[in-house]
C-alpha cells in the first residue's frame, strides 16, 4: 500500500466516547506509527505519540486518560490552563503546542510540562523570566514555518539558525528540537516537502553546534499526514482528530486563514 492510501479522509475520525472506543482509536494510530516507522526502517519506541485534546470536555479527556493517555497537547493556553486545573486530580502533563503571546508566559511558566512554538525572542525572554520566578525549567521546542504560507506561524527557516544561537541566554529554557506544520494538502509531496525541510534545518543546525539544538527531535505530523511524518524522521506525532473524533471547530480557530 503506497502512504497515499493509508492517508485518512476526515471523515473517518469517529467521534469516541467510551472508553473502550478511546483504546481502539488509540490502539490503531500506534499500529499506523508502527507501519510507517517499519517503512522507514526506524525503531517505533523513538516517536511519541502526543493526543491532542483541543476542544474535547474534560469528561471525555478522563475517558482517554482511562484508556492509557497521560499526556496532551492543547493549542490555547487559556483552554490548557483551565484543564489543567479541572483535572489537577489525574496528575497529568499538558503540552502547549499553539502560538503564544508573551503576555500569557506567565501561565505556561506555571502549569506546562512542554512548549512546542517558540518562534520569538520576546516570548523566550517572558518565558525565562517567568519560569525564573517559579523556580523551574521548560522544555520548548522552535516552530517554523515550513510551507511558506501566511496562515502559519513559525520562524522562517531562514532565522533559525539566528535564533537558535540566541536561546542559550535563556537558561530555563531546555531546547528539545523543531516543530512544524505542514502544508494542508491532499498532494503528498508537498507535504513531504515540509517535512524534509525541518529535517534538513534540524541536520544543518547540528552540524553548526549541536549544543544549540538539544536532542534535536522532531515535532511534525498531525492526524491526516503523522504517517508521512514519521517516514521524513519524526519524533512526535500531535494527533487529535484520529483519537478524540472529528473537530467541529474550524482549525482557523486555531490559526489565522490565509
Ligand atoms: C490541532 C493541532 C494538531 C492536531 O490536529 P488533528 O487534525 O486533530 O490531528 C496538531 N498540531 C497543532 C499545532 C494543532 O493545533
Redesign the pocket.
Known amino acids: 500500500m503506497s502512504s497515499h492510501d493509508e492517508l485518512r479522509p476526515d471523515a473517518r475520525?469517529l467521534t469516541a466516547r467510551t472508553m473502550e472506543d478511546f483504546r481502539a482509536n488509540i490502539a490503531e494510530v500506534h499500529r499506523r506509527i508502527a507501519a510507517a516507522a517499519d517503512r522507514a526502517g526506524r525503531d517505533a519506541s523513538e516517536i511519541e505519540l502526543l493526543p491532542?485534546s483541543?476542544t474535547v470536555p474534560q469528561e471525555r479527556i478522563r475517558l482517554a486518560v482511562e484508556a492509557g493517555c497521560r499526556r496532551f497537547?492543547e493549542?490555547k493556553v487559556q483552554e490548557a490552563h483551565r484543564k489543567s486545573e479541572e483535572m489537577a486530580d489525574l496528575d497529568l502533563d499538558w503540552a502547549v503546542?499553539?502560538h503564544l503571546q508573551s503576555n500569557k508566559a506567565r501561565d505556561v511558566a506555571r502549569f506546562a510540562a512542554e512548549f512546542?512554538?517558540l518562534d520569538r525572542l520576546k516570548v523566550a525572554a517572558a518565558l525565562d523570566r517567568r519560569l525564573q520566578a517559579e523556580g523551574r525549567s521548560l522544555d520548548v521546542w522552535v516552530q517554523v514555518n515550513t510551507s511558506a504560507e501566511d496562515s502559519k506561524f513559525g520562524l522562517p527557516p531562514a532565522e533559525l539558525p539566528d535564533f537558535l544561537a540566541r536561546l542559550p541566554q535563556f537558561e530555563t529554557l531546555r531546547v528539545q528540537g523543531l516543530?512544524t506544520?505542514a502544508v494542508f494538502s491532499s498532494d503528498t509531496d508537498r507535504v513531504r516537502t515540509c517535512f524534509r525541510l525541518l529535517r534538513s534545518l534540524r541536520d544543518r543546525a547540528r552540524e553548526t553546534d549541536p549544543d544549540l539544538i538539544g536532542p534535536g527531535r522532531l515535532s511534525m505530523g498531525?492526524?491526516?499526514d503523522?504517517e508521512l511524518a514519521i517516514e521524513e524522521g519524526s519524533h512526535c506525532v500531535?494527533?487529535?482528530?484520529?483519537?478524540?473524533g472529528k473537530?467541529a471547530v474550524p482549525?482557523s480557530h486555531?490559526?489565522p486563514e490565509s
Do not use: E, H, P, T
Not at 500531535?238 to 478524540?244: D, E, P, S, T
Open positions: 475520525f491532542v483541543k497537547g493549542n503546542i499553539g512546542q512554538a516543530m506544520l498531525m492526524s491526516g503523522y500531535r494527533v487529535g482528530q484520529a483519537i478524540f473537530r482549525d486555531y490559526w
